[in-house]
């Protein structure tokens, strides 16, 4: 397994933008399937964007367009660029680490808060 840990929530203005990042130990992090889920108050955790290690993405469709998460295998870093930011974006932000076939081998990182609100 890999250790999670992320970063760069914050409070931002709707419209505004942030990227946050997900920093994983371990050298086998290029094999691993990353993504990005958030949870919001009173909700389910949900899904929002996934990359593969060969660099293909896909998005949850409120998302789409306006976020993009990549990938720096020499940094062991997945990113997540939000832009447009609204509201209803306001969520914990969590990094997964997955092996399709494998779910013995998830990890989660810690959270990051996102606040969206004038």
């Known amino acids: 397994q890999v250790q999670l840990v992320e970063s760069g929530g914050g409070l931002v203005q709707p419209g505004g933008s942030l990227r946050l990042s997900c920093a994983a130990s371990?050298?086998?992090?290029?094999?691993?399937?990353m993504g990005w889920y958030r949870q919001a108050p009173g909700k389910q955790r949900e899904w929002v964007a996934g990359i593969t290690p060969g660099g293909s993405s896909n998005y949850e469709d409120s998302v789409k367009g306006r976020f993009t998460i990549s990938r720096h295998s020499a940094k062991n870093t997945v990113y997540l660029q939000m832009n447009s930011l609204k509201p209803e974006d306001t969520a914990v932000y969590y990094c997964?680490?997955?092996?399709?076939?494998?779910?013995?081998?998830?990890?989660w990182g810690q959270g990051t808060q996102v606040t969206v609100s004038s």
């Open positions: 997964k680490a997955q092996l399709p076939g494998r779910p013995d081998f998830d990890s």
């Open positions: 371990g050298s086998i992090f290029r094999i691993y399937t």
